[in-house]
């Protein structure tokens, strides 16, 4: 459990980080979303205590970071694996170097620290590649060789700095997997910091919205997303859609329960109004579930009582002239 | 023609003065090297604990590093040899000849190598130094199992330059009463207007130059490929 309570911090007098609370359970996988220069990876770090805060609490079962002498806080370290950006890997060192160098900061005993890195390295794909140089390497086995040198210490905790920014679409779904399948593996808590909804959404259960230093949304990652709140339209890009000339909009927000769908299908049958649809995005979460939203366009003098049906079903439906996408 | 040149006092003098002045030239530049290279590396370690980018930012003693760094480096080594000479007489027990000129040209190298070497640990990626530490290593284990291994290519392109530096500054102390390759060219050559003299023992520090630039080469791509 990570609990951040009014944690805020400075640099020359200026927040940089302020009154932020934040609470993730083992075993989750917390999104933190925002963009550049927001503060997110500042807070990350402070997780792990690779930057100082001014006042709060981070507690981290149990134990307060800030109650840490320099000794006990890289005790402490040991159980938070990190990933980064650039991958961060040593470039004269072999991939199987690189994953045993934080084994060989706590002085393992080399046979135990070559089996464990080599396991690794097998588990996230790599077993071929022990003794290849990270400059051989494409980006995606790179974050592959960073991720099996995080879990080198067994931690319970893996902190992603922008992990996938550096990445091209399909690798960064493949190392999403890879990240969700050691969480689940593993029972690891995951706190990631990114400015791609695509990969809250694919992985993330629960997010935090960062904007100047501050939490403006928090939630589950289906609440947050399917709120048009402002911070998440700021963050996605501020669309519009707008009514076609004589027609209303209806809006409806589809959330993943399996008579969502078909309910659409029903009313375009039985409810005696014609509508059609302009414009839907619906995606799977991770949860597993498919969510996003609907637009459909009606007559305006219609346009209530269809939604009113909608509502009806269980599903959020709002009429309009123009909505946010 | 041939045997004109061969009629030179260079090849006259060639095993009695060019022979022992190029051994003298390497032992003055191998052992100032050496003494240059353990110190600054020291030195450099100072630096770049206490840098304000460095693993442990100390302004102040940083600064007062830097301050005594910068001070030796603006002497030139032919005016440092001269003004530390008493230093060296107490310490050495000499002012002239080879062992006498170690200590000043030792003086001069450590902080154009400490400062090099600052400028090569601190290149290192911030987020290598950042997982490492992440990791819990320890400032030390950062220093000597992340940086200096990281930084090595760059410090042996660094160590490269500052060994051809001072093979001219060897030369450069023979003015002074160092002995070696210098002392031979101004004596025998300049003094005594004998031209041949001269530009052979140039050629011979020009071949010395090559080999070590060429070593350092080689040195440096057998680091950075492994």
């Known amino acids: 459990m990570i609990e951040i309570k009014d944690l805020t911090k400075k640099y020359d007098n200026k927040a940089v980080l302020e009154n932020i609370n934040i609470k993730i359970p083992d075993g989750r996988i917390y999104g933190l979303a925002g963009q550049s220069g927001v503060g997110k990876s500042t807070l990350l770090r402070c997780i792990n205590g690779l930057e100082s805060f001014d006042s709060g609490s981070i507690c981290i079962d149990a134990t307060e970071l800030n109650s840490l002498n320099e000794a006990e806080m890289r005790e402490f370290r040991r159980s938070i694996g990190m990933i980064f950006q650039n991958f961060a890997l040593l470039e004269r060192k072999s991939v199987l170097e690189n994953v045993m160098l934080p084994m060989e900061f706590w002085k393992y005993d080399r046979a135990h620290m070559e089996k464990k890195a080599k396991a690794l390295l097998e588990r996230v794909g790599l077993g071929e590649k022990l003794n290849s140089m990270p400059s051989e390497l494409s980006g995606g086995q790179k974050q592959r060789v960073a991720i099996a040198r995080a879990l080198s210490l067994d931690p319970k905790i893996l902190l992603c700095d922008e992990a996938t920014s550096a990445l091209d679409p399909a690798i960064t779904l493949s190392i999403l997997e890879l990240i969700a399948d050691i969480n689940k593996e593993l029972n690891l808590t995951v706190v990631m910091v990114t400015h791609e909804m695509s990969v809250i959404k694919s992985v993330c259960d629960d997010m935090a919205i960062i904007e100047a230093g501050h939490i403006v949304a928090e939630g589950k990652v289906e609440d947050v997303l399917l709120s048009d709140a402002e911070p998440v339209r700021k963050l996605i890009g501020e669309r519009k859609i707008t009514a076609p000339v004589g027609k209303d909009l209806i809006k409806l927000v589809i959330r993943g329960k399996e008579e969502h769908p078909e309910a659409v299908c029903e009313l375009a049958r039985n409810s005696g109004i014609a509508f059609g649809i302009i414009s839907a995005e619906i995606e799977p979460f991770h949860s597993g579930e498919y969510m996003g939203h609907m637009y459909l366009t009606v007559d305006p003098e219609k346009a209530e009582t269809l939604a009113r049906k909608f509502i009806e079903y269980g599903i959020d439906a709002s009429s309009g002239k123009e909505f946010y996408l | ?226």
């Open chain 2, 1 to 226: 023609m041939s045997s004109a040149l061969f009629e030179t006092a260079f090849f006259k003098n060639f095993n009695m003065i060019i022979i022992p002045a190029i051994f003298s030239t390497i032992r003055m530049l191998v052992f100032s090297m050496l003494f240059g290279f353990i110190i600054g590396t020291l030195v450099a370690i100072l630096l770049v604990m206490t840098s304000p980018y460095g693993l442990k930012p100390k302004p102040s003693v940083y600064k007062f590093i830097s301050f005594w760094v910068n001070m030796i480096r603006s002497f030139p080594v032919i005016i440092l040899i001269v003004a530390v000479s008493p230093l060296t007489r107490i310490l050495v027990g000499t002012s002239v000849g080879e062992k006498a000129a170690i200590f000043p040209l030792t003086l001069a190298a450590f902080p154009v190598i400490a400062r090099y070497m600052e400028a090569s640990l601190l290149e290192v990626d911030k987020n290598i130094v950042m997982a490492a530490r992440a990791f819990g290593a320890s400032d030390m284990q950062i220093m000597f199992k992340v940086l200096f291994p990281e930084a090595l290519p760059s410090i042996i392109s660094g160590m490269t330059t500052t060994v051809i530096l001072f093979l001219a500054s060897t030369a450069l102390a023979g003015a002074v009463g160092a002995g070696g390759l210098g002392a031979v060219a101004l004596t025998y050559g300049y003094q005594r207007f004998d031209d041949v003299m001269m530009y052979c023992i140039v050629a011979i520090l020009f071949v010395m130059v090559l080999i070590i630039q060429g070593l350092g080469e080689l040195l440096y791509k057998r680091v950075k490929t492994r």
